[in-house]
């Protein structure tokens, strides 16, 4: 069976550490899949899921990433992301009331349109949604 490495490393310290069969991100120009002996590549990455297929159990993992880069190579694959969490490790009640005011400040800087602090609303929007995806799939 062709396995890989897979590391998740955050500015906070490593997030994931496991051998997978399989990578799925989401990179700027859309959705990737890395299976072993992948041919090196470096892509950026979006605020979403990374789901990783491990080699020692039937499920994926999941974990929320903000955005990164990813680099394969020599059947490792590192993502070295802004901020990581793992599926298990979500607050989701802090993710939904991150949401909550990612949304109300979104809707504050429409009316006065303010560009800047627009993006930075949507940002934390997404980056809430993500979160909140990605519990759904903790397999405690």
């Known amino acids: 069976m ?3 490495q897979v590391n998740i490393v955050t500015p906070a310290g490593i997030v994931y550490n496991h ?3 399989s990578v799925i991100a989401k990179a700027v ?3 990737i899949g890395i299976l072993a002996n992948h041919i090196p590549i470096i892509v950026p ?3 979403h899921a990374v789901r990783v297929q491990r080699v020692s159990v039937d ?3 999941w974990i929320a990433v903000n955005g990164g880069v990813m ?5 490792v694959c590192s993502i070295i992301a802004d901020s990581a969490e793992r599926a298990r490790d979500i607050d989701v009640e802090r993710a939904f009331e991150a949401k909550q005011r990612a949304e109300e400040e979104l809707h ?3 009316a006065i349109e303010n560009n800047s602090h627009s993006k930075r ?4 929007l997404r980056k809430a949604v993500n979160r909140i995806t990605v519990s759904k799939h903790n397999k405690r």
Request: aromatic residues 0%; hydrophobic residues 25%; charged residues 50%.
């Open 29 to 31: 120009d859309g959705e």
């Open 71 to 75: 680099e394969v190579r020599d059947n």
């Open 19 to 21: 051998r997978a069969k």
């Open 59 to 61: 499920t994926e993992d």
């Open 45 to 47: 990455l979006t605020i």
């Open 121 to 124: 609303a949507e940002i934390s």
């Open 108 to 110: 504050k800087t429409e």
């Open 2 to 4: 062709s396995e890989m």
